[in-house]
């Protein structure tokens, strides 16, 4: 087989598991934002439930991004954008681990702290806004082989999803130092809410790695 063809061959197998990642984290974001609303109803189950859900995600990321650096590591050079491709890769890895931290620390916070603030719909709607911005990485991924062009224009969307967040993510905060005066909590609170605004900034790089793959493809 040609190099070229190999190239080819290679690139579409990195971005089909590029877009089971971003499925995957889609998932994990989505059993995220439900988290909060659990926490107030003091539903245990559905807690432990949903932490073990983002735990084996973040395992199944952590095997399709072993998957890419396979695919890229056996052709070698023959892949012009390989590097893009890893670290877009290895990015997705490190939004799983945001998912992860951010799911430990808010199901730490007591149930009357989410309550008496009001906290928990600042917190779902900041990471509703997330599994928006991750939605567009996913069709994104759909779009990279057969649609660069479209590619490129949705990706451009996500930059303002990320301003609204930006948004969101000030007014949360402001809102969580004026309502919260156990420091103990007010810690943990400003912890998930600097994760959350942390992981949509990871989202937006991997939007912008998108870019630049749709120029190459």
Excluded: W
């Amino acid at each position: 087989m040609y190099s070229g063809a190999l190239e080819e061959q290679a690139k579409r197998k990195a971005t089909s598991i590029l877009q089971d990642e971003i499925n995957r984290i889609l998932n994990a974001t989505r059993e995220l934002a439900r988290l909060p609303d659990l926490m107030t109803r003091r539903d245990k189950e559905g807690i432990k439930d949903l932490l073990n859900q983002i735990a084996d995600i973040e395992d199944e990321v952590e095997t399709h991004r072993r998957k890419i650096t396979k695919e890229v590591g056996d052709v070698g050079g023959l892949i012009m954008n390989r590097e893009n491709l890893l670290n877009t890769a290895y990015t997705i890895d490190e939004i799983a681990g945001h998912i992860t931290g951010i799911s430990f620390k808010l199901s730490n916070i007591k149930a009357t702290t989410l309550k008496n603030s009001k906290m928990d719909k600042d917190l779902t709607d900041l990471i509703e806004l997330v599994v928006d911005e991750v939605l567009k990485l996913n069709e994104i991924t759909r779009n990279l082989n057969t649609n660069s062009s479209k590619a490129i224009e949705l990706a451009q969307e996500t930059q303002e999803i990320e301003r609204e967040i930006d948004t969101k993510y000030r007014q949360a905060t402001i809102k969580a130092m004026k309502s919260l005066k156990d420091p103990a909590e007010l810690i943990l609170m400003k912890d998930v809410i600097d994760g959350i605004e942390e992981m949509a900034d990871k989202c937006q790089e991997v939007s912008d790695s998108f870019i630049m793959l749709a120029f190459s493809l």
